[in-house]
C-alpha cells in the first residue's frame, strides 16, 4: 500500500469510527454489547471525539483530503514539468542529430554549409514572421518578403550511383505577402515596444508562393490502393510525365510491382527496398503527387518523419479536404506546379512520444510518431471511462472522464475532433486542439492551445482500465497506468499545393465537404 492509500485509509477509518461511536454512545448500547476490535478501537478514539462534533471531523476530513490531493498533483506537475523538458531535449537532440547527419553528408560531398543552412531554415520552423533579410533584401520586391529555403548549387564530386539516376534537388524559394509601415519598413517581430508601447505588429498576408529556382526534376507518386480507377491513372500520369517533362519518378514498391507486372515501358521507374532509404527519399524528391483521398494525404505524409517535399493532391476520394484537385485536369495543373509559383498551405503535424512507467520516466527511445491530423488516446475495448490526467507544459489542465481525447492539429479538425464537437480551425492558424470524445461532463467543452504548448496525457496510477492511443487513425498502443503521451508541434510541416489559396481552398472544402451551415433561406417579408 503506499503512503497516500494508507493515510487514506486511516482517515477513512478514523471518521467511520467517530461516527460509530458517537452512534453506539447516543443510543445507549454501547455497554451492553460485547466490545469487538474495532468497537475497542471506537472507544480509544471517543476521548478526542466529542458526540457532538462529527461534523467538524467530516469538514477536517474534507481539509485533509484536498491538502493531500494538492500534494499529489505538486508532485505530478512536478513531474510533467520534467518530463516535458526532457522530451524538448530530446527533440532539440534529434534536430541537432540530423543537422549533423545532413552535415556529414554534405561534407561528403563537398557542400558542408548548404546542407546546414537548409536544415537550420527548416528547423526554425519556417518561423517566418521573423525572418531576416536575405541576399535580395526582405521585402525587396513589391513588399513580398522571401527566403530562399532550398539552395543546392554546389558540386559535388562524390556522386554516388542513385544520384545520378535522380539528380539533385530543384531548389525553390518561398514568399509570404506582408505590409510595410509607415517608414516603408517592415516589421518582423511579433511584438514590438517601440518606447515602450507594446504593439502588436501589422499582421502579414501568410499566403505562402512557392517558385522554382529551376525545374524540378523528381517526383514521387503516393496513390491509393486496391482502386482500379487511381492505378489507371497513376500509369497514365507516370507515362505523361515522363514524355512532357522527362521527369524522374519514383513509386512505392507496390506501385512499381504493379506497373512493371503491366508494362516493361516502365522500366525507368524507381522504388526503394528498405526504411533506410525510404527515409533519405526527401533529399530525392522535389514533388509528391497523391492520388486517392485525404486518406492517402494522411499515408505520403507518414513515409516523411522528417522535411516533406510540396504535396500535389487529386481527390479521388469522398470528402477530399486536403485534395483540392480534380484528376481531370491534371495535365494543366501539373503544368502550373512545374512551371509556375503556386501557393502552398503549410501544415502543421504533431510529434509524440510514449513514456512508460516502467522505463523510470525515460522517453521510449524509439523516434516519435508523426501525425498530421491527430491522435486520439480512448478507452479501446475497455468497458471502464477512461481517466486522463493532462497537464500543459507543467500547468495541469483537468482529467478527462468519457471515452477518451483527442489532441488535433488544425488540419485534423475537420476529421475526428469535428466528429467529438471540435471547432474548425483554418489549417494555418498557429495552434492544438484539445477535445474530449463523449466527456461524463456537462462543462467539458472543447480547447484550442497555442502551438508552442507541449501536452502530456497521463494514464493515473489507480486507472479502473487501459488506454489506447492511435495515431491519425492508424497504429494502436496500449498505455497502461503510469504511462504517458507527450506531444508537441514538429518542426516538419506538409506543404500543400493550394487550388487557389489557404483560405478560399479551406471555405471551399467547408462548404462542398460538410455543406457547412446550409439552411434554406428564410422567405422575405411579404
Ligand atoms: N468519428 C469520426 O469522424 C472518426 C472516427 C475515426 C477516425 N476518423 C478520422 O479518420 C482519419 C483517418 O482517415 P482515413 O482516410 O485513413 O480513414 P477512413 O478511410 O476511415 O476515413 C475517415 C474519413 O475521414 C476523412 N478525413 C480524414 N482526414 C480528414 C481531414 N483532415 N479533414 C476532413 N476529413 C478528413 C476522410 O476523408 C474519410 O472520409 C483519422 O485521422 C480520423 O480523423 C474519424
Ligand atoms: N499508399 C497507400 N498505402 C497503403 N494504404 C494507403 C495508401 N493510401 C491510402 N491508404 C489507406 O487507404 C485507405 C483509404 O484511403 P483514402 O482515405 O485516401 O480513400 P477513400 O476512403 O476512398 O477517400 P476519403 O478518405 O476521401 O473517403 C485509408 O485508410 C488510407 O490509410
Given amino acids: 500500500m503506499s503512503g497516500d492509500e494508507a493515510a487514506l485509509k486511516a482517515c477513512d477509518q478514523r471518521t467511520n469510527l467517530s461516527v460509530a461511536a458517537s452512534y453506539q ?60 523538458e526532457a522530451a524538448e531535449w530530446k527533440c532539440k537532440y534529434e534536430l541537432e542529430k540530423a543537422v549533423n547527419t545532413h552535415k556529414h553528408h554534405s561534407v561528403i560531398k563537398g557542400c558542408s554549409n548548404c546542407v546546414k543552412d537548409k536544415l537550420e531554415h527548416l528547423a526554425s520552423k519556417l518561423t517566418l514572421e521573423t525572418a531576416s533579410a536575405d541576399q535580395t533584401g ?33 531548389p525553390f524559394r518561398l514568399s509570404w505577402g506582408c505590409n510595410e509601415d509607415k517608414n516603408g519598413q517592415h516589421k518582423h517581430d511579433f511584438v514590438s515596444f517601440e518606447k515602450g508601447d507594446i504593439t502588436t505588429a501589422e499582421r502579414s498576408n501568410k499566403q505562402i508562393l512557392l517558385k522554382w529556382e529551376s525545374p524540378p526534376q523528381t517526383v514521387l507518386f503516393v496513390t491509393k490502393p486496391n482502386s482500379n480507377a487511381v492505378h489507371a491513372l497513376c500509369s497514365e500520369m ?72 510540396p504535396v500535389v493532391a487529386f481527390s479521388l476520394g469522398s470528402l477530399g479536404f486536403m485534395t483540392p484537385f480534380s484528376s481531370e485536369k491534371y495535365r494543366e495543373c501539373l503544368d502550373n506546379v512545374l512551371k509556375r ?95 474530449p470524445i463523449c466527456p461524463h461532463s456537462l462543462s467539458f467543452r472543447p480547447l484550442i492551445l497555442p502551438e508552442y504548448v507541449t501536452l502530456r ?39 500543400t499545393a493550394c487550388l487557389m489559396d489557404s483560405t478560399t481552398d479551406f471555405l471551399r472544402s467547408i462548404h462542398e465537404g460538410l455543406h457547412w451551415n446550409l439552411r434554406k433561406s428564410q422567405a422575405p417579408r411579404d
Fill in 25 to 84: 454512545a447516543e443510543n445507549g448500547f454501547v455497554a451492553a454489547v460485547g466490545p469487538t476490535e474495532s468497537e475497542r478501537a471506537a472507544y480509544a478514539f471517543l476521548p478526542r471525539t466529542p458526540t457532538d462534533s462529527t461534523d467538524t471531523h467530516l469538514v477536517e476530513f474534507a481539509e485533509a483530503m484536498r491538502t493531500v490531493a494538492k500534494a499529489l498533483r505538486q508532485v505530478a506537475e512536478g513531474k510533467a514539468a520534467a518530463q516535458a
Fill in 341 to 435: 509559383p503556386f501557393t502552398i498551405t503549410l501544415r502543421s503535424r504533431l510529434q509524440c512520444h510514449v513514456i512508460r512507467d516502467a522505463a523510470k520516466d525515460e522517453i521510449e527511445t524509439e523516434e516519435p510518431i508523426i501525425v498530421l491530423n491527430e491522435v486520439t488516446i480512448d478507452r479501446g475495448m475497455s468497458s471502464y471511462l477512461t481517466y486522463l490526467e493532462c497537464y500543459c507544459d507543467s500547468s495541469f489542465v483537468t482529467c478527462v472522464q468519457g471515452d477518451g481525447l483527442i489532441i488535433s492539429t488544425t488540419s485534423g479538425s475537420t476529421a475526428y475532433s469535428l466528429a467529438a464537437g471540435g471547432s474548425m480551425v483554418h489549417p494555418q492558424v498557429p495552434g492544438i486542439l484539445f477535445t
Fill in 238 to 309: 507516370v507515362r505523361w510525365l515522363k514524355e512532357h517533362h522527362n521527369m524522374n519518378i519514383f513509386v512505392e514498391p507496390r506501385v512499381s510491382n504493379e506497373l512493371l507486372t503491366e508494362d516493361s515501358y516502365f522500366n525507368f521507374i524507381q522504388t526503394w527496398d528498405n526504411d533506410q532509404e525510404m527515409k533519405t527519399l526527401h533529399t530525392k524528391v522535389d514533388l509528391i503527387v497523391n492520388l486517392g483521398g485525404d486518406g492517402t494525404v494522411l499515408w505520403a505524409a507518414s513515409l516523411f518523419r522528417g522535411p516533406v517535399p
Fill in 138 to 170: 526582405c521585402c525587396g520586391n513589391h513588399g513580398i518578403c522571401s527566403r530562399q529555403i532550398l539552395q543546392d548549387q554546389c558540386p559535388e564530386p562524390n556522386r554516388k550511383l542513385d544520384d545520378t539516376i535522380v539528380g539533385k534537388k530543384a
Fill in 457 to 495: 496525457v497521463q494514464v493515473p496510477l489507480n486507472s479502473r482500465g487501459q488506454a489506447w492511443a492511435s495515431f491519425d487513425g492508424k497504429g494502436r498502443i496500449q498505455l497502461g497506468p503510469g504511462d504517458a503521451l507527450i506531444c508537441s508541434v514538429s518542426p516538419w510541416p506538409v506543404p
